[in-house]
């Protein structure tokens, strides 16, 4: 510990903090005259701590401020104290807390939630913390078990066995979707969530309820701020930069936010093996706007609206790659020589409307419209001339660390003239209800996609005095498809900890005429026998319509036939909460297995999902997750996951044997972790570490071969140090320091792999690379925010 500490100091120059004396305030919180442990008592953006067994606290900060003191804990009032601090001057308060007497009226008991299965509740606080190269909100599930991202340049990730194309992701209702012609990482912009908006996410590793939508895998529900206060921030880096505004009329009845986003990823790309000139630019700005319109009661009726646009330019024009792989016997090098260019571009424009009325404290309904619009292009004109030779790794040769002889020759030529234009359109209208033991829901959707795909793509490799045109795609494809469907449920409680939930979901569409149905049951128990311990389980059918990607195959062309593929998920889980060194804990645990038929296989080409476009395969997924969470820190939540799978699949002849899927990693550990300087809140430190064993890959384009070999393991470590100054108390305006270091052990991660037929007709599989090791720098400035 004292190391660690001893560390910390070194790093955030201790020779600075060490010029002022420091400011205390101590004292003891009690109820009835009996101490009181576990009150969380703190100063806003300033610092924080609990009560311990005695009811004793201790703040300890390096300079003078004045500002008001909180003092909470469940069941009793918050009591709030302004005071004076002065350094080097020893500050005692003593607080007397009370309980919290309250009458619960009847909306309010139905109000009451009991956690369900395969859910897990994000404290936003959280996102902003933790240490990623562009601020991506998506980094914080990667921490999470079940859910494997093994890129971080891309916002995607899958879960528990399945791709990127299966997760809801959900923003005030209002569904959002991925761009469709990125095929690595680094062309990828800016995940829509906006990390700066955010009130609350949840996220559902599987088995949930009817209320959420047709996926197989996962749901991620966001909802952004309404804000009472004005307030917001501005932070810039070497990688981007982003702000934000918050506030609300003087009547409370209109609430707005906005925020800004703009990322410049071009020093970053000059870790990767291919260097050149890259002009990366992604921009997106977003809003809401809330308006209470209710007479005797403003929230009675509310209407919201969300709106958000993306503009994304990626070009590279690629000078050469030098790249080194193999083992130490058996050592390649693999040399391009470029020319031309490439130029992704794509704008993406979302909105929707939320009006929702509460008609009396039982009985509430909600109207949803929401449209999308996308357009993207790809342009290509890339010609690599490569070598591949032995390397002789013997130190004491004469012709250590070069090559030794050539194993191919060739070029490599890329042409691509790729446009896609999609427009969707989504209504909803649903009633809640609620009864004495509970919630009854239920709503009709209505949902429209169209999509005008044009390609012109082909590849060609000159190698071995031969030339190989593959690829060679030219078509033209316009979809239409309506979805008309809906969903009921029932939410019954047993107690205030003990609930299941039942009901349906059903769907028809008319681009191949079927119709599915998709019961779901959800229970939870806290268990008499055991304190603080709850029992979960989960059972369903989950379906998902075949999107455009989906329905497309290699060669271009459009299966409209495609069936919905389908799954049953079975979970069963438990929770336990506890309290160590006097602080909240949580300990979840679950294990699933899914069955999945008329199922659409895929491959995976670094962020790109290519589909062979027919339900001819079945497939299962079996695991273990567990999460352990708590406040190893006071005042900041911290947790470690793991995740244990198997998921493989067949082909539907009933002859074929399991083969392992695309997303098959085995093995995953995530973390995050916080931590601040002994007394000093002020002085932070924040990481996340990522491992994931090996991704199966093989020859591209062939179901049986594609996964035949286990890929390198997955290691990430990304940390941040902060250190917050206090500008003025009464506006709680604060400049945040950050320096980051970005894949602190240098690891080199491999996303995917391209082939090269030797001159013995071998073919060679030629590692491409994630970023290496960077350091960042942020500078932030915040001023009344909830952030």
């Given at each position: 510990?004292?190391?660690r500490?001893?560390?910390?100091?070194?790093?955030?120059?201790?020779?600075?903090?060490?010029?002022?004396?420091?400011?205390?305030i101590?004292?003891?919180?009690?109820t009835?005259?009996?101490p009181?442990?576990?009150?969380?008592?703190?100063?806003?953006d300033?610092?924080?701590?609990?009560?311990?067994s005695?009811?004793?606290y201790?703040?300890?900060f390096d300079?003078?401020f004045?500002?008001?003191?909180y003092?909470?804990?469940i069941?009793?009032?918050?009591?709030?104290?302004?005071v004076?601090?002065q350094?080097?001057?020893?500050?005692a308060l003593?607080?007397?807390?009370k309980?919290?007497?309250?009458?619960?009226?009847?909306?309010?008991?139905?109000?009451?939630?009991v956690?369900?299965?395969s859910?897990?509740?994000?404290?936003?606080?959280s996102f902003?913390?933790?240490?990623?190269?562009?601020g991506?909100?998506n980094?914080?599930?990667?921490?999470l078990?079940?859910?494997?991202t093994?890129?971080?340049?891309?916002?995607a990730?899958?879960?528990?066995?399945g791709?990127?194309?299966e997760?809801l992701?959900y923003?005030?209702r209002m569904?959002?979707y991925?761009?469709?012609?990125?095929?690595?990482?680094r062309?990828?912009?800016l995940?829509?969530?906006n990390?700066?908006?955010?009130?609350?996410?949840?996220f559902?590793?599987?088995?949930w309820?009817?209320?959420?939508?047709?996926?197989?895998s996962?749901?991620?529900?966001v909802?952004?701020?309404?804000?009472?206060?004005?307030?917001g921030?501005i932070?810039?880096?070497?990688?981007?930069?982003?702000?934000?505004?918050?506030?609300?009329?003087k009547?409370?009845?209109?609430?707005y936010?906005?925020?800004?986003?703009?990322k410049?990823?071009?020093?970053?790309?000059?870790?990767?093996d291919?260097?050149g000139?890259?002009?990366?630019?992604?921009t997106?700005?977003?809003?809401?706007?809330?308006?209470?319109?209710?007479k005797?009661?403003?929230?009675?009726?509310?209407l919201?609206v969300?709106?958000?646009?993306?503009?994304?330019?990626y070009?590279?024009?690629?000078?050469?790659?030098e790249?080194?792989?193999?083992?130490?016997n058996n050592?390649f090098?693999?040399?391009?020589?470029?020319?031309?260019?490439?130029?992704?571009?794509?704008d993406?424009?979302?909105t929707?409307?939320?009006?929702?009325?509460r008609?009396?404290?039982?009985?509430?309904i909600?109207?949803?419209?929401s449209?999308?619009?996308?357009?993207?292009?790809?342009?290509s004109?890339?010609?690599g001339g490569?070598?591949?030779?032995?390397?002789?790794?013997n130190?004491?040769?004469?012709?250590?660390?070069?090559?030794?002889?050539?194993?191919?020759l060739g070029?490599?030529y890329?042409?691509a003239?790729?446009?896609l234009e999609?427009?969707?359109?989504?209504?909803?209208l649903?009633?809640e209800?609620?009864?004495?033991?509970?919630v009854?829901?239920?709503?009709?959707?209505y949902?429209?996609q169209?999509?005008?795909?044009y390609?012109?793509?082909?590849?060609f490799?000159d190698?071995?005095?031969?030339?190989?045109v593959t690829d060679?795609?030219l078509q033209?494809n316009?979809t239409?498809?309506?979805?008309?469907?809906?969903y009921v449920?029932?939410?019954y409680?047993?107690?205030n900890?003990?609930?299941?939930?039942?009901?349906?979901?059903?769907?028809?569409?008319?681009?191949?005429d079927?119709?599915?149905?998709s019961p779901?049951?959800?229970?939870v128990?806290?268990?008499?026998?055991?304190?603080?311990?709850a029992?979960?389980?989960?059972?369903?059918?989950?379906?998902?319509?075949?999107?455009?990607r989906?329905m497309?195959?290699f060669?271009g062309?459009?299966?409209?036939?495609?069936?919905a593929?389908?799954s049953?998920h079975l979970?069963?889980?438990?929770?336990?909460?506890?309290?160590?060194?006097?602080?909240?804990?949580?300990f979840?645990?679950?294990?699933?297995?899914?069955h999945l038929?008329?199922?659409i296989?895929?491959?995976?080409?670094n962020?790109?999902?290519?589909?062979?476009?027919?339900?001819v395969?079945?497939?299962?997924a079996v695991?273990?997750?567990?999460?352990?969470?708590?406040?190893?820190?006071?005042?900041?939540?911290s947790?470690f996951?793991?995740?244990?799978l198997?998921?493989?699949?067949k082909l539907?002849?009933?002859?074929?044997d399991y083969?392992?899927?695309?997303?098959?990693?085995?093995?995953?550990?995530?973390?995050?972790?916080?931590?601040?300087?002994?007394?000093?809140?002020?002085?932070?430190?924040n990481l996340?570490?990522v491992?994931?064993?090996?991704?199966?890959?093989?020859?591209?384009?062939?179901?049986?071969?594609?996964?035949?070999?286990?890929?390198?393991?997955y290691?990430r470590?990304?940390?941040g140090?902060?250190?917050?100054?206090l500008?003025?108390?009464?506006?709680?305006n604060t400049?945040?320091?950050?320096?980051?270091v970005?894949?602190?052990?240098?690891?080199?991660?491999t996303?995917s792999?391209?082939?090269?037929?030797?001159?013995?007709?071998?073919?060679?599989a030629?590692p491409?690379?994630?970023?290496?090791?960077?350091?960042?720098?942020?500078?932030?400035?915040?001023?009344?925010?909830?952030?």
């Open positions: 510990m004292a190391n500490h001893l560390i910390f100091l070194l790093i955030f120059l201790l020779p600075i903090l060490s010029i002022a004396q420091n400011a205390v101590s004292g003891k919180v009690s009835n005259n009996t009181l442990a576990g009150v969380n008592i703190f100063i806003p300033i610092g924080g701590t609990n009560s311990d005695d009811g004793q201790r703040l300890v300079r003078a004045s500002g008001i003191i003092f909470t804990h069941g009793f009032d918050t009591v709030s104290h302004f004076e601090i350094r080097g001057v020893q500050h003593d607080v007397e807390m309980e919290s007497v309250r009458i619960l009226d009847q909306v309010e008991i139905n109000a009451q939630k956690r369900d299965a859910v897990i509740s994000i404290n936003p606080r902003n913390a933790i240490p990623s190269a562009f991506d909100f980094r914080v599930l990667a921490t078990p079940g859910v494997v093994a890129n971080e340049l891309s916002s990730y899958s879960v528990r066995g791709n990127y194309d997760n992701i923003v005030n569904e959002i991925r761009p469709f012609l990125v095929r690595a990482g062309q990828e912009g995940s829509f969530i990390p700066n908006l955010v009130k609350k996410a949840t559902y590793a599987g088995g309820q009817p209320y959420y939508g047709n996926k197989l996962s749901v991620l529900d909802e952004y701020k309404t804000p009472v206060d004005f307030g921030s932070s810039m880096g070497l990688l981007g930069g982003n702000a934000h505004v918050e506030g609300s009329s009547d409370k009845r209109i609430q936010l906005a925020g800004a986003r703009h410049r990823s071009q020093y970053l790309f000059n870790t990767f291919v260097q000139e890259y002009f990366p630019t992604f997106d700005i977003q809003g809401s706007i809330r308006s209470n319109l209710g005797e009661n403003p929230e009675d009726t509310q919201g969300l709106f958000s646009y993306a503009k994304n330019r070009k590279v024009i690629p000078t050469t790659r790249t080194e792989f193999g083992t130490f050592a090098r693999f040399l391009v020589a470029f020319e031309g260019a490439e130029q992704l571009d794509y993406t424009w979302q929707g409307l939320n009006f929702t009325r008609l009396n404290d039982n009985l509430s909600q109207a949803i419209v449209g999308i619009k996308t357009y993207e292009r790809e342009y004109d890339l010609e490569y070598r591949l030779c032995d390397l002789d790794k130190p004491s040769s004469s012709t250590f660390n070069e090559c030794v002889s050539i194993r191919g070029t490599n890329f042409h003239r790729n446009t999609g427009n969707l359109f989504g209504a909803e649903s009633v209800l609620g009864t004495l033991s509970g009854i829901r239920g709503g009709i959707e949902d429209y169209e999509f005008n795909d390609i012109e793509e082909y590849r490799v190698s071995a005095d031969f030339v190989t060679n795609v033209s316009f239409a498809a309506s979805i008309l469907g809906g449920q029932h939410e409680h047993f107690s900890f003990s609930s299941i939930t039942y009901g349906l979901r059903f769907a028809y569409r008319d681009m191949n079927q119709f599915i149905l779901r049951v959800q229970f128990n806290q268990v008499s026998w055991a304190q603080n311990l029992i979960k389980a989960s059972a369903g059918i989950y379906q998902q319509y075949p999107f455009y989906e497309r195959r060669d062309t459009v299966n409209q036939d495609a069936d593929q389908q049953v979970i069963l889980g438990t929770e336990k909460g506890m309290t160590i060194w006097d602080r909240p804990f949580h979840t645990s679950e294990v699933y297995y899914k038929w008329d199922v296989p895929y491959e995976v080409d962020v790109r999902l290519r589909y062979f476009g027919d339900n395969a079945t497939a299962y695991g273990f997750d567990a999460r352990f969470s708590g406040e190893f820190i006071r005042g900041a939540e947790w996951s793991l995740g244990v198997s998921t493989k699949e539907s002849d009933g002859e074929s083969i392992r899927r695309p997303t098959d990693q085995r093995f995953t550990l995530g973390a995050f972790f916080e931590d601040h300087l002994p007394d000093n809140p002020t002085m932070r430190v996340s570490l491992y994931g064993s090996g991704l199966p890959f093989g020859p591209p384009g062939n179901f049986e071969t594609r996964t035949t070999f286990n890929g390198t393991s290691n470590v990304d940390v140090f902060t250190k917050i100054i500008i003025n108390q009464k506006w709680d400049i945040w320091i950050g320096l980051e970005l894949n602190l052990l240098g690891a080199q991660n996303i792999y391209t082939w090269i037929q030797d001159i013995s007709n071998q073919y060679i030629i491409n690379t994630l970023s290496n090791r960077f350091f960042n720098v942020k500078l932030s400035y915040r001023f009344n925010s909830t952030l």
